[in-house]
């Protein structure tokens, strides 16, 4: 699915670009990919396994992104840089295609200025205009406080814990707790 341009502005006043993701976007978003890695414990990755990310392999992910009838990348750029992205999946099997997985991250320089937040919107959007889904659905890592804070005035409730479901370097484990927002037609 194609997001035409959004623009938005920030609090601190700039203006921020939302849209799907260029094959121009790549550099950045391979940039990305490591600094958001580096800057927080909340992502799945640590930067050591991003070189799995090529040029090719990004330009293939968002041809098929911006192909699918189902699925959506949200690049933002301010000022012309990639600054994050966000991601809505459709489950692809019949018994689960009602239900939306949802995605979000900045670089750190970037939060707190509204960007999740208008990211939030444009997602909520995309699934409404999709009949067949009845449920966005998203996780984050125990400690994500403003992940969290994120999700629950877009409308997100927890619904269930998952123990341990990450160890970090150091040893500790971390729960995951997963985040339903029934669609309001
Ligand atoms: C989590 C993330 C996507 C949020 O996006 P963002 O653009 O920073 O979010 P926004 O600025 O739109 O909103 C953040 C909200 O959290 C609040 N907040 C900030 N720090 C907080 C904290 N420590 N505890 C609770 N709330 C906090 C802000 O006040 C704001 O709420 P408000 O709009 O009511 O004032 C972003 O910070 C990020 O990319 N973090 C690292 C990666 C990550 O954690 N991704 C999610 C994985 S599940």
């Known amino acids: 699915m194609v997001v035409q341009?959004?623009?938005?502005?920030?609090?601190?006043?700039r203006k921020a670009l939302l849209?799907?993701?260029?094959?121009e976007d790549i550099p950045g978003t391979l940039d990305y990919l490591v600094k958001s890695a580096e800057e927080t414990e909340f992502i799945l990755r640590y930067p050591e396994e991003c070189g799995?990310?090529?040029?090719?392999?990004?330009?293939?992910?968002?041809?098929w992104?911006?192909?699918?009838?189902?699925?959506?990348?949200?690049?933002?750029?301010?000022?012309g840089k990639v600054v994050g992205n966000c991601d809505i999946a459709a489950?692809?099997?019949?018994?689960a295609r009602h239900r939306a997985v949802v995605a979000i991250a900045l670089l750190k320089d970037y939060w707190n200025l509204?960007?999740?937040?208008?990211?939030?919107?444009?997602?909520?959007?995309?699934?409404?205009?999709?009949?067949?889904?009845?449920q966005m659905e998203l996780e984050f890592m125990e400690g994500n406080d403003r992940a969290r804070r994120l999700y629950e005035k877009?409308?997100?409730?927890i619904v269930g814990v998952h123990p341990n479901a990450f160890r970090l370097r150091d040893g500790a484990f971390r729960n995951e707790y997963l985040m339903i927002r029934e669609m309001r037609r």
């Open 114 to 134: 509204g960007i999740g937040t208008r990211m939030f919107r444009e997602l909520i959007a995309i699934a409404e205009s999709m009949p067949q889904i009845t």
């Open 65 to 79: 992104k911006n192909a699918s009838p189902t699925d959506a990348m949200l690049m933002c750029l301010v000022d």
């Open 19 to 23: 849209r799907s993701p260029r094959e």
């Open 154 to 157: 877009s409308g997100f409730r």
């Open 5 to 13: 341009d959004i623009w938005f502005d920030l609090k601190d006043g």
């Open 91 to 95: 489950l692809p099997n019949m018994k």
């Open 52 to 63: 799995k990310y090529t040029y090719e392999k990004e330009k293939a992910f968002f041809e």
